[in-house]
Nanobody, 117 residues
């Protein structure tokens, strides 16, 4: 099983970024996919998730600025971020949670996003 996150980097305040997570080794279409954000000393925070049918949910703090999408044929999930803020700096992780098997989940290795002001 592998979740490979990419697309992070150094971006100016107000800019946009598209993160991508490529999955392999499991049946992608049977998993809810999520993006999480973590900064040093803090717990990972759920930003957005999308289920196998494409229904998306967002944390209130990112509603309107973040868009999650998935491609079940390509085994990928993306997170489009607009109007980047300094508080968006951190490591972004993707997570796969089984919709049929309780407790089965996988995490990617994370991609660093740094927003410069």
């Amino acid at each position: 099983v592998q979740l490979q996150a990419s697309g992070g980097g150094l971006v100016e305040v107000g800019g946009s970024l598209r993160l991508s997570c490529a999955a392999s080794g499991f049946t992608f279409g049977r998993y809810t996919m999520g993006w999480y954000h973590q900064t040093p000393g803090k717990q990972r925070e759920l930003l957005a998730k999308i289920d196998s049918d494409g229904r998306a949910n967002y944390a209130e703090s990112v509603e309107g600025r973040f868009t999650i999408s998935r491609d079940n044929a390509k085994y990928t999930v993306a997170l489009q971020i607009h109007s980047l803020e300094p508080g968006d700096t951190g490591v972004y992780y993707c997570r796969a949670t089984s919709e049929s098997q309780t407790g089965v989940e996988y995490w990617g290795q994370g991609t660093q996003v740094t927003v410069s002001s």
